[in-house]
């Protein structure tokens, strides 16, 4: 990834971490480039990380602990998607 990509992607985990803390009982906490989202009353707890993917031009995805994809970067319902992979 190029610099600008790592700054697109850390400002796309920035904003989704702000989205998905409006969702009720759920935390989120960026560190080292990976989004940490977790229930506040336990349970899992998903690492999602922003990065290019290859079969969509480059462009950036959101993508989950096991490397599967959420949802491109910036999509308005990358948050909902994070969250339902938690319930």
Known sequence: MTA???QQAH???YVLGQQVRAYDSVAADLRDGVL???LLTGGR???VR???RPDD???LWLWDSHRRPLAEA???DAALAVVRRLR
């Open 50 to 52: 922003c990065a290019p």
């Open 36 to 38: 940490h989202v977790a």
């Open 57 to 59: 031009g480059g462009r």
């Open 11 to 13: 400002q796309h985990l």
């Open 74 to 76: 910036g999509h308005p």
């Open 4 to 6: 600008t990509h790592h």
């Open 45 to 47: 707890v998903e690492q």
